[in-house]
């Protein structure tokens, strides 16, 4: 079992930057893929990023088309740590932003293939 845990989000000016969190506990963190996804109000959960392990791939990364150039994954391995900044803040990337882990090497952008979520955390661009 992974255990993540979401912190960062809150309200922002369009315009803005915050950087989320995902901190993981149980199995070996550095064995997973991670990836954040986000869920707007009505809307279906949505892929956004998304980090391999170091020793596949070295690390490489993929991003929705949405936020390419503007969003940045990153993981800490010492720290058992994702992280997503978020510059350049819209009003449509208000949603309600998860963390999610994958036991499976190789990067994915589908949520099926995640087998642990975390509880989320919201984020709310103001125009």
């Known amino acids: 079992q992974v255990q993540l845990v979401e912190s960062g989000g809150g309200l922002v000016q369009a315009g803005g930057s915050l950087r989320l969190s995902c901190a993981a506990s149980?199995?070996?963190?550095?064995?997973?893929?991670m990836g954040w996804f986000r869920q707007a109000p009505g809307k279906e959960r949505e892929f956004v990023a998304s980090?391999?392990?170091?020793?596949?791939?070295?690390?490489?990364?993929r991003y929705a088309d949405s936020v390419k150039g503007r969003f940045t994954i990153s993981r800490d391995n010492a720290k058992n740590t994702v992280y997503l900044q978020m510059n350049s803040l819209k009003p449509e990337d208000t949603a309600v932003y998860y963390c999610?882990?994958?036991?499976?090497?190789?990067?994915?952008?589908?949520?099926?293939?995640?087998?642990?979520w975390g509880q989320g955390t919201q984020v709310t661009v103001s125009s």
């Open positions: 980090i391999v392990t170091i020793s596949w791939s070295g690390g490489s990364t």
């Open positions: 999610a882990a994958r036991g499976i090497p190789g990067i994915s952008s589908y949520r099926h293939e995640y087998q642990y």
């Open positions: 149980g199995r070996t963190f550095s064995n997973y893929a």
